[in-house]
């Protein structure tokens, strides 16, 4: 039970809570034994009466009355507290669920882009929900079954020892089989219960991803391929899923028999003693109630076990992923102002999932309020640069700066809130368009909403819908075209009003009026923030205060629009190419 201790520290969290239940769980299965007791006597005065021990029926019907009255009591007494143990034993348990769950998700916040990279969502989300699920039953219905049984068989055997030595023993003799034969079924139920988690993960990462990606399938008309290679799947995870219901069906009529062996044991022994006048007939119909009160938890032991190794199981892949140092750390916890001044020296990075290098010993610098354009091909490493701004890598060679200090020697949380970052690949959540652009500034009033998405050419676009800003979108905000998904993300960074504003490509799917537009009025926005635009476009780099090209992770010219468009390379070849474009 060794993964198991990471559950300790919420266990002493909710101790209270946990000693109170178990104290409960104690009294409740104490009020249970009375029941027997009281049905035995009544049984007793029943069968004097019969044989003539008591003649006064009025004595027997005071006697039984009080009796019913009795087990009326105690069982209703057993019945609140095992209420009031549920709502604390099984309540604790759902909390620890919450925490833990908590805990596992600002993990995942924590966690780095490559690890991201490595991992599928499918796996990431089963972690989350089924595994903290099956954690979740050994610290609630495991613990509160196990402190019944513990407490049963401590009171029971004894008294049953005391009242019928004999007849114990042979009463209890096939409890132990039972317990080894549910055992053993446990461990086959967890073996099978592990490949139907497996097949469930699948499953899982399948549909996200056919789901995610179903404009492609039907681009590419492969709805019949995807349906065959589900049906696969699917047929595997039905297939496992009998295996384990094969086994499953096995644990109570095996209980049952085994019960009924307890049974036949005490009436025929019982009944033996009871006529060799060694025990009262009240005992025997004790033993047949105490017999079917302790078979449930002696199969309990075994399902107990199987709760266990399956929370084991659980927790271990859990930890997999909590025991994971995040590779960006944030070594600074004094809070520090950032002003976004920005300086690359002789920096150079490599992407350690494909050992690709996106940079070679790149050098230049951006004062605060100035604005760097980036163009190049397709993989030179200009989103790369965007990427190391923010810190979601680290640098490999040579220093980043900012205000003159290392990147890693500042607070991360710091930097990040005065960075406004518009993605190539706009990311939209399943929200409305007003929350998705309050995803940058959450105390945002509508006015600045509003002022926000005119800024980045959206608003005419996004009244014209039917509920308008409240419109919810579909997800990863498929209900809006290519370029109206970036817009929104622009509006989503200007709305919060960042030192440092970063645009990787994210004007390549509007058309060039309102490119225009969004740079005229970025151009106002930006005169105090550092911006740095990445681009193909010359258009959205010749108002840039400085640009530089890459190629192949190099810096091959660097200068302003003028100087640039009359020097013979890149630039001006991009530059005449896209003004013959334009012009035709």
């Known amino acids: 039970m060794k993964e198991l201790k990471y559950i300790n520290r919420f266990f002493i969290k909710y101790r209270g809570r946990l000693l109170l239940g178990l104290i409960v769980t104690i009294i409740a299965a104490i009020f ?14 029943v069968d004097e009466y019969i044989r003539g021990s008591i003649t006064d029926l009025e004595t027997v019907k005071s006697e039984l009355i009080k009796n019913i009255l009795l087990i009326l009591g105690t069982t209703l007494l057993a019945a609140f507290f095992t209420f009031v143990m549920r709502q604390t034993i099984i309540v604790v348990s759902r909390y620890i669920e919450f925490d833990l769950k908590n805990v596992v998700f600002e993990q995942y916040e924590r966690l780095s882009l490559s690890f991201y990279k490595q991992n599928r969502t499918g796996d ?29 068989f401590l009171v029971v055997l004894p008294y049953m020892f005391y009242t019928a030595p004999k007849l114990t023993l042979y009463v209890v003799a096939p409890l132990p089989v039972l317990s080894v034969c549910i055992y053993r079924l446990s461990i086959a139920i967890h073996k099978r219960s592990t490949v139907v988690q497996q097949y469930l993960s699948k499953l899982t990462t399948f549909t996200q991803e056919s789901f995610s990606g179903i404009s492609v399938i039907k681009a590419y008309g492969i709805e019949h391929r995807i349906n065959n290679e589900f049906v696969e799947l699917s047929e595997g995870s039905r297939d496992k899923n009998l295996e384990l219901v094969k086994v499953q069906a096995l644990f109570f009529p095996l209980m049952v028999l085994l019960i009924g062996v307890s049974n036949l044991l005490v009436i025929y022994i019982g009944g033996k003693q009871y006529i060799d006048g060694l025990i009262d007939f009240g005992t025997i119909v004790e033993f047949l109630i105490y017999v079917n009160m302790l078979t449930w938890p002696v199969a309990i032991v075994g399902w107990v076990s199987s709760m266990v190794q399956q929370a084991e199981a659980s927790q271990k892949r859990i930890n997999e992923f909590l025991e994971e140092v ?25 992407y350690g999932d494909t050992n690709i290098t996106a940079l070679k010993n790149v050098s230049f610098s951006v004062k605060a309020g100035e604005t760097l354009a980036i163009i190049g091909n397709t993989g030179s490493g200009k989103s790369t640069i965007l990427e190391l701004i923010g810190r979601l890598y680290d640098v490999s060679e ?43 500034k ?16 959206v608003h005419q676009n996004i009244i014209g819908f039917s509920n308008g800003y409240d419109t919810v979108l579909g997800e990863r905000g498929i209900s809006l075209s290519g370029g109206q998904k970036q817009r929104v993300s622009i509006a989503r960074a200007i709305i919060k009003d960042p030192k440092i504003l970063l645009f990787d490509d994210c004007l390549s799917a509007v058309d060039t009026e309102t490119e225009e537009e969004i740079l005229q009025n970025l151009q106002k926005i930006s005169k105090e923030k550092t911006t740095i635009i990445v681009s193909h476009r010359v258009s959205s780099a010749k108002n840039a205060d400085q640009i530089i090209v890459l190629e192949e992770g190099q810096i091959i ?28």
Do not use: C, W
């Open 442 to 457: 959450e105390s945002a009033t509508d006015q600045e909403v509003f002022e926000a998405a005119k800024n980045a050419a």
């Open 124 to 152: 990431l989300m089963n972690r989350i929900s089924e595994d903290v699920g099956k954690v979740r039953m050994y610290t609630g219905p495991a613990l509160m079954y196990s402190t019944t049984t513990i407490t049963l």
């Open 326 to 350: 995040p590779a960006i750390q944030n070594t600074v916890l004094e809070k520090q102002t950032v002003t976004g001044t920005i300086e690359f020296k002789n920096l150079s990075f490599t």
């Open 398 to 440: 040579g220093e980043l700066l900012v205000d003159g200090i290392p990147i890693d020697k500042r607070n991360l949380e710091n930097l990040r809130e005065a960075i406004g970052y518009v993605p190539q690949d706009a990311f939209l959540f399943s929200d409305s368009i007003k929350n998705n652009i309050k995803f940058g």
């Open 557 to 584: 010219q660097q200068g302003t629009h003028s100087e640039l468009v009359n020097t013979d390379g890149y630039y001006k070849e991009l530059y005449n190419k896209q003004l013959s474009e334009k012009e035709m």
């Open 32 to 45: 249970k034994l009375f029941v027997p007791v009281i049905i035995g006597d009544t049984v007793n005065v």
